[in-house]
Structures are given as structure tokens and as C-alpha cells.
């Protein structure tokens, strides 16, 4: 958040240059003083999350999902269009369910799958899989390929890790890729994004001149405020914004922040190398999935490597419902793994516990 911070500050004037009109100027750091305010609020809901005990952090998880998958419903009827997608909500403040909804997908999924302790004949994998339709088919409506394939990218690692075959996984993966192909032919957007994607850029699409920012400061940068790339590029401030990282401070600040986020994943996975507790299991893998696979997705789009999908990157980009959203997220993580030190653990065997059940 910290590198978001200065991150933001770089990016701010391009953005307050591209969208000031002649009735209204806005200040070069707009966007910056804005996102201390979604920074420092998005802290409070951090900590006081984290501090949540890990049932009603649970149940509160489910709570929301209902309200924020209602949320999604209404979009379409209430929603706020926002160049050319249909995906917020204006209730005083305008805020994006999708966004909410991530945190307390992944943890109602692992509260979901983790019913097969209980009885391993139930079919959780169906149950979730219906959740998972509903909320795909929501979400292309507005349009948002992009949050699409992360909630069934997180699904999918969930369902692997609460022992789902490895031939329904192949069944899937094909049924995935039948998906994505029938979204290329009947999906306007997802195909002009895939086509320029593929057919390289121009000089004048947003991902080609994302890549020229990121290239444009070498391996050192340019400088705070000296970078002249970043004043053409659509979205600076928040899609874009790995871009400008690379122009004004340099490739090798790239790889910094690429770093920090692998070393925020691979915590998590060897905090749970000895967990014994499917739904913390699940539910932590859940939420870090989404957490490394929205950077991962970003980083790539800026690097020329994905389509474009209008997506942030995580804790860096400006953003209020992203920000607050995300930092959500990290509590819940925070109160679900959280354990006394002093207790004796054993590593997690799925099948052990399914031969416990069976045989009680």
C-alpha cells in the first residue's frame, strides 16, 4: 500500500489531465489526496477485520455474499454505466459488488465444500459449480470477462484442493475452454479484446501504449513526475498503473513489486503447509488465489501478455470499492489463519478424515 501510495502520486496529474473538461480543472494530485482517504479507510477495515473471530468472520462472509450476489442482480436494472460497462451500484456512494462479493465468495465456497467432512456422499462440488454459473452469467451481462475467469480460476483451485478427481478437472478445463471459445463468438467485447490482443496493438490501443510507458524508463526510470509516456495512457491511475511504475522508477521497481506480491502468496501457502482444518485451507487458498491472480492478470495485461481486462492491481491502484474491498480481504485471510502458537498441529490428510468419517 505504501508503494500504491507513491504509485499513485506519479500517476495522478496524467489522469487528472485526461479527465478535466473546460468547466472543471481538477488538481494534479486528486487522485492522490483521494486515495490516502480510500487508504486510510480501507486500513480501519483491515484491522478490524483481522481481529473478527474466525466463526462470525464466517458467517458475516456469508451474509455478504447474498447481499453483494442481490447486489449483482440489480446492476443491470440500477446499475451505473462507466465506459461502456454496466458494473456499479450509486446508493449515495458508488461502489461495485463484484468487488465485495470476491472475499466472501471465497470464503463461503470453503464453508460450502467443507460440508464433505460431515457427509462425503453431499454434492458440494454441484452446489458450489450452480453458485459459480450464476455469477458468471451475471457478471458477461455487464460486461466483465475479467472477474469472470478469476472467480472460476479461484472455484477451480477450491475444488482441486477438496478433492475433486483429476479426470472431472480435465472435464472442466474443457468445458472452460468451450466457454471461452462460445465468448469469443457471441461476446462483442471479449472478441475485440482477444483480436487486438493478438493482432499485436497499434500505436493508438491502450495495451500497446501501456507496454511503451512500462519500456519507456529503462531499468532505472525517469523520475517522480518526469515521465511523459504515462500523460496518453487510458486509466493511469488504476489499470494502467504498473505501467507508470515502470516509466518514472524503472524496471527494476517492477520487479520489486512483483516480489512483494509472490512473497504475500507464498506466506500464505507455507503458513498452510501444516494446517489441519479443510474450511481454513480452503478458504485461505481461495482468498489468496484471488489476491495473486487479480496482480498476476494486471502485470500481464501491462506487459503486453493477456487482453485487456480493466482490472486493478491489488493494494497499488487507486480505487475505492477495489481498495476497501481488497483490504477486506487480507483481514479475513488475517482472522481465519489465525491460531494460538502454542498448540501442537499436525499436517491436514483429506482422506484420513474422510476414512474417520465413514467409519464413525
Not at 61 to 75: E, F, H, I, K
Not at 238 to 265: H, K, M, N, P, Q
Request: glycine letters at 10%; proline letters at 4%.
Amino acid at each position: 500500500m505504501a508503494m500504491g501510495m507513491v504509485a499513485v502520486a506519479a500517476a495522478s496529474p496524467a489522469s487528472a489531465h485526461r479527465l478535466s473538461t473546460s468547466q472543471t480543472a481538477l488538481n494534479d494530485l486528486y487522485f492522490y489526496w483521494t486515495h490516502l482517504r480510500w487508504q486510510a479507510l480501507g486500513l480501519i477495515v483491515l484491522f478490524i477485520t483481522s481481529m473478527v473471530p474466525r466463526e462470525w468472520a464466517r458467517r458475516g462472509s456469508v451474509l455478504l455474499a447474498g447481499a453483494m450476489l442481490l447486489a449483482l442482480m440489480l446492476v443491470p436494472i440500477l446499475g451505473v454505466e462507466v465506459n461502456g460497462a454496466r458494473r456499479w451500484i450509486n446508493l449515495g456512494v458508488r461502489f461495485q459488488p463484484s468487488e465485495f462479493l470476491k472475499p466472501a465468495f471465497a470464503v463461503t465456497m470453503a464453508w460450502i465444500l467443507s460440508w464433505r467432512l460431515r457427509d462425503p456422499g453431499m454434492p458440494v462440488i454441484g452446489i458450489t459449480a450452480g453458485v459459480l454459473a450464476l455469477i458468471t452469467a451475471l457478471l458477461m451481462m455487464q460486461p466483465n470477462l475479467g472477474e469472470a475467469i478469476l472467480f472460476v480460476g479461484c472455484w477451480l483451485i477450491m475444488v482441486i484442493l477438496a478433492g475433486l478427481p483429476l479426470q472431472r478437472v480435465g472435464i472442466i478445463g474443457g468445458a472452460g475452454i468451450a466457454l471461452l471459445a462460445a465468448a469469443y463468438t457471441f461476446y462483442d467485447n471479449a472478441r475485440h479484446r482477444i483480436d487486438a490482443f493478438l493482432g499485436g496493438g497499434t500505436a493508438f490501443d491502450q495495451v500497446d501504449l501501456a507496454r511503451r510507458t512500462l519500456m519507456g524508463g529503462g531499468w532505472t526510470g525517469t523520475g517522480l513526475w518526469l515521465g511523459a509516456r504515462k500523460m496518453s495512457l487510458p486509466e493511469a491511475h488504476t489499470d494502467y498503473i504498473f505501467s507508470v511504475i515502470g516509466e518514472e522508477f524503472g524496471l527494476l521497481v517492477c520487479g520489486l513489486v512483483v516480489i512483494v506480491y509472490l512473497a504475500i502468496v507464498l506466506r500464505v501457502l507455507y503458513r498452510l503447509m501444516n494446517e489441519e482444518d479443510l474450511f481454513t485451507i480452503l478458504a485461505a487458498s481461495g482468498l489468496i488465489a484471488l489476491f495473486g491472480g487479480q496482480a498476476f492478470i494486471n502485470i500481464m495485461v501491462n506487459l503486453q501478455l493477456f487482453p485487456s481486462k480493466g482490472m486493478t492491481l491489488p493494494l497499488v491502484s487507486y480505487g475505492g470499492s477495489s481498495t476497501i474491498a481488497l483490504c477486506f480481504g487480507i483481514g479475513l485471510l488475517l482472522s481465519i489463519t489465525r491460531r494460538n502458537p502454542f498448540l501442537s498441529r499436525s499436517k491436514f490428510d483429506l482422506r484420513r478424515l474422510l476414512e474417520k468419517e465413514r467409519a464413525a
